[in-house]
């Protein structure tokens, strides 16, 4: 278990089903399909609360709003910066277990001393891109949600990032990848964190059990030939870190490296660690 570890962010407690968040100040209560046992306390009454997340039996759900409740604010990691915006289904724009991902990208990068070109695939609102360039890499920044690659922009702004070398591509991340293939663009780096299940604009089903061999099979046309790293991160229920580790090592293991997988979790106030998905690295130096 790889644990984040911020200063901004924290989790509270967690228990029935609900995780307790204090997001720089503003404090929510999140649905949270891991935390299946019973809460210590009665998590609704927790003075601060600024806006709870109310589940639909219909699917779905809305949030119910207390006093001083901001449309939107900022919260920082280390010397990134993202913009916070509650949306529908509970998402908030940001998954903080993700710092341990942009804590290991940013490393390697740095440690390579090299220039670092970066593809960026299902990057939502770019936590993976404002850490690379961060780091000083380029980075190419993909995803099919107008909306997020906005967002993902305005994080690279306020990270005072806006003059890095960064692309914003809104596209079908596999299609993407199929171009750049007969373009003959190549990267040093992937990242991708591809959804469980999904359906393209011609209704095409996306189901990753099925499709994610296949994509890092493709994905692996665009590395250069002197390639960094390649991660894998998955929220899918039940997908085993293992599994992530064993595709990337039938797809890569002629590069030699460093294969390493490991489930990502918050550490609560009340000392227990909730677990928020698995990520599996291809990398060409160690990572521990």
């Known amino acids: 278990m790889k644990v984040a570890n911020w200063k901004d962010y924290s989790v509270i407690?967690?228990?029935?089903?609900?995780?307790?968040?204090?997001?720089?100040?503003?404090?929510?209560?999140?649905?949270d399909p891991q935390a299946i046992w019973p809460a210590k306390t009665d998590m609704s009454s927790f003075k601060g609360l600024n806006a709870k997340y109310l589940r639909s039996e219909t699917g779905g759900g809305k949030w119910q709003t207390y006093k001083n409740f901001p449309d939107e604010w900022e919260i920082s990691y280390n010397n990134l910066k993202f913009k916070i915006k509650p949306m529908g289904f509970k998402h908030t724009g940001l998954f903080p277990?993700?710092?341990?991902?942009?804590?290991?990208?940013?490393?390697?990068?740095?440690?390579?001393?090299?220039?670092?070109?970066?593809?960026?695939?299902?990057?939502?609102?770019?936590?993976?891109?404002?850490?690379c360039l961060s780091a000083g890499a380029s980075v190419c920044h993909v995803d099919a949600a107008?909306?997020?690659v906005?967002?993902?922009?305005?994080?690279?702004?306020?990270?005072?990032?806006?003059?890095?070398?960064v692309r914003f591509i809104i596209d079908d991340c596999k299609k993407f990848v199929q171009r750049e293939i007969r373009r003959g663009k190549k990267y040093d780096?992937?990242?991708?964190?591809?959804?469980?299940?999904?359906?393209?604009?011609?209704?095409?089903?996306?189901?990753?059990?099925?499709?994610?061999?296949?994509?890092?099979?493709?994905c692996k046309q665009v590395l250069s030939d002197d390639p960094l790293f390649f991660l894998i991160n998955s929220y899918t229920t039940g997908l085993q870190p293992q599994v992530i580790k064993n595709i990337l090592t039938l797809n890569?293991?002629?590069?030699?490296?460093?294969?390493?997988?490991?489930?990502?979790?918050?550490?609560?106030?009340?000392?227990?660690?909730?677990?928020?998905?698995?990520?599996?690295?291809?990398?060409?130096?160690?990572?521990?």
Request: hydrophobic residues 35%.
């Open 13 to 31: 407690t967690t228990g029935d089903g609900y995780k307790l968040e204090r997001w720089a100040g503003v404090t929510l209560l999140r649905p």
């Open 97 to 131: 277990e993700q710092a341990v991902n942009w804590d290991i990208m940013s490393k390697l990068i740095k440690n390579a001393n090299r220039p670092i070109n970066v593809l960026n695939l299902f990057a939502y609102t770019g936590g993976a891109t404002v850490a």
């Open 146 to 148: 107008k909306g997020m």
């Open 150 to 165: 906005e967002r993902a922009g305005d994080n690279v702004r306020l990270s005072g990032l806006k003059d890095c070398p």
């Open 189 to 218: 780096a992937i990242i991708m964190d591809p959804p469980s299940y999904g359906r393209g604009p011609n209704g095409e089903m996306w189901k990753l059990e099925a499709e994610l061999y296949p994509l890092v099979e493709l």
């Open 252 to 288: 890569l293991r002629e590069l030699g490296g460093y294969f390493n997988a490991y489930e990502v979790g918050l550490p609560t106030e009340d000392g227990i660690v909730l677990p928020c998905g698995c990520s599996g690295i291809w990398s060409k130096e160690d990572i521990d």
